[in-house]
């Protein structure tokens, strides 16, 4: 059986460049626009939606005490800002199985 390999970014220019008849210089112009979009969205008011894909969302964490696992010493872990996505409920009932 083959390995499914993931599509690059060449690949998904190309695609959107056929499906809408547009060179790929364009489709990856529309890409760094919605990536521009997103950055500042997040930085505005802290989430970004792509409707019916996912929602990104900034999200303040707490310092905390951890744990190094090759030596088992207790470190702390500083507070620190992340995106996190979150994945629509509609994507997400299209690929994974009904339980």
């Given at each position: 059986?083959?390995?499914?390999?993931?599509?690059?970014?060449?690949?998904?220019?190309?695609?959107?460049?056929?499906?809408?008849?547009?060179?790929?210089?364009?489709?990856?112009?529309?890409?760094?626009?919605?990536?521009?979009?997103?950055?500042?969205?997040?930085?505005?008011?802290?989430?970004?939606?792509?409707?019916?894909?996912?929602?990104?969302?900034?999200?303040?964490?707490?310092a905390r005490v951890g744990r190094n696992p090759a030596t088992g010493e207790t470190i702390q872990i500083a507070a620190k800002t992340v995106v996190k996505a979150r994945i629509a409920?509609?994507?997400?009932?299209?690929?994974?199985?009904?339980?």
């Amino acid at each position: 059986m083959a390995e499914a390999r993931r599509m690059g970014k060449s690949e998904l220019f190309s695609h959107f460049a056929e499906r809408f008849q547009i060179k790929r210089t364009e489709a990856r112009e529309i890409f760094d626009e919605l990536n521009s979009l997103a950055e500042s969205e997040l930085k505005r008011v802290g989430e970004f939606v792509l409707p019916g894909m996912c929602k990104l969302v900034k999200q303040n964490r707490k310092a905390r005490v951890g744990r190094n696992p090759a030596t088992g010493e207790t470190i702390q872990i500083a507070a620190k800002t992340v995106v996190k996505a979150r994945i629509a409920k509609q994507l997400k009932d299209a690929v994974l199985p009904v339980k």
